[in-house]
């Protein structure tokens, strides 16, 4: 019998045997996976994809210019995608938020719509005090940017809505590149936010990311108990959140900011004072932190405690091999200039590099170094980044606590 394909709407079909991961709602088709894209279609346009025998997958965005082919939507073949979807999947994403997880009792700070594991793959909204950052990261959502904001507007109550990039990441979606762009009155060029009781300075023009790191709260305040009377080495440190906390929690004999970014370190140094720490001991230095490393393990230099959370060492799967040689030379390096009995911890936010690989990287750091390890925790983003598990490329961030010895 012919494969019978519904309508004259437009439509993608896999390819024989490709189909397994989308009937338990995986929501990316790459490209290698269709076999034909019957009708016209435009880049983020809406299209049914069926299996090569015509059975109905899902909805999604297209997009020919992007590894990932095709977004999913839904896996209902009855389900609209018109403005009530989008209605919809926001006010869902914003309840888990306040009525669930009561995020504000926490932090003024914190994000509302996590991509594919709200429902919405390409768009990603973080809460800024009143104010709201948002990026649409797929094709599907940039065409209906209006739409989103208005309803951002509505359903979060938020003045002013900014849209900001870090740079090349619209570009990997065929986007046009957009930097910063405001809709609403122009908030102010630097805001304070309030995460457990501490005070954060955030640039949402100038700042990394949307502005603040946010998916590292819990961690930072799960080690902020872990300072006692211990030289802290905070790598990678962007606004200073985990030495922030550790000082503040921890009587710490002294905090070593590090960072290549001569901005993060300004403002890690604002922090610190914002929070009344300048009595602790201190230092911010400005350097490549695989270069300084060496210099101290050479000069003797010694920590009790040292966090290393580098950015996206893999942001595709062509820099997966690259990624995970650095993510163990800098483990590698921390290792060797800890104290015997000093925490390591090791951070990965690359969606692409699993645990069980993670876990290996750190093991052989270890080995290569002569010292033992014993991991005490491992977590992840806080519960304001929801994991979708048909996505397990969505869990991206991967933070471990260890003794080393
Ligand atoms: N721990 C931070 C977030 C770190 S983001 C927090 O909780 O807020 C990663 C940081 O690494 C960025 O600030 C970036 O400027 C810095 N960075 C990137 N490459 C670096 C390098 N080679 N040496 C030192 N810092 C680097």
């Known amino acids: ?44 346009d809406l299209v049914d994809v069926f299996e090569d025998s015509g059975k109905f997958i899902g909805k999604g965005f297209i997009n020919q210019k992007s590894q990932i082919a095709v977004r999913l939507l839904t896996w209902d073949i009855h389900e609209k995608i018109d403005p009530e979807f989008f209605h919809r999947k926001i006010a869902e994403a ?34 800024y005090n009143d104010l709201l950052c948002v990026q649409f990261l797929s094709i599907g959502m940039d065409q209906r940017r209006d739409l989103i904001v208005d309803v951002l507007r509505q359903e979060a109550h938020a003045a002013t809505i900014v849209e900001k990039y870090s740079p090349g990441v619209r570009q990997r979606e065929g986007l046009e590149e957009i930097e910063y762009r405001v809709y609403g009155p122009e908030p102010p060029e630097k805001i304070v936010i309030t995460e457990y009781g501490l005070q954060f300075e955030v640039s949402l023009r100038k700042g990394q990311k949307t502005g603040f790191y946010l998916d590292q709260r819990e961690n930072r305040r799960k080690l902020s108990r872990y300072g006692h009377q211990k030289r802290i080495l905070d790598g990678f440190c962007y606004s200073g959140g985990f030495g922030i906390y550790l000082a503040t929690k921890s009587k710490v004999t002294e905090v070593v900011f ?63 091999k690259s990624g995970l040689e650095s993510l163990e030379k800098i483990n590698r390096l921390g290792i060797q200039i800890l104290n015997p009995g000093g925490i390591l911890v090791s951070c990965d936010c690359s969606g692409l590099i699993s645990w069980d690989v993670f876990l290996k990287t750190l093991n052989k750091a270890a080995l290569d170094s002569n010292r033992g390890i014993k991991i005490f925790d491992c977590s992840s983003a806080g519960p304001d980044h929801p994991v979708n598990p048909a996505c397990p490329e969505n869990a991206y961030l991967k933070v471990v606590m260890s003794e080393i010895s």
Request: charged share 25%; proline share 6%; no cysteine.
């Open 1 to 44: 019998m012919k494969p019978y394909f519904g309508s004259n709407k437009p439509k993608v079909i896999l390819k024989k045997g490709k189909a397994k991961p989308f009937w338990f709602h995986h929501p990316w088709i790459f490209s290698g996976a269709i076999q034909e894209i019957k009708g016209n279609t435009q880049n983020g």
């Open 94 to 127: 914003i309840r888990l938020r306040e009525n669930v997880l009561a995020m504000s009792s926490v932090s003024s700070a914190y994000r509302l719509i996590h991509s594919e594991a709200d429902g919405l793959p390409g768009l990603t909204v973080d809460r």
């Open 258 to 320: 590090m960072d290549s970014s001569a901005p993060a370190l300004e403002l890690a140094q604002a922090n610190w004072k914002l929070n009344q720490l300048e009595g602790t001991k201190s230092a911010f230095i400005k350097a490549d932190i695989f270069e300084k490393l060496v210099e101290m393990k050479e000069a003797n230099e010694r920590f009790d405690l040292i966090i290393l959370d580098p950015p996206k060492v893999a942001p595709d799967t062509a820099s997966l």
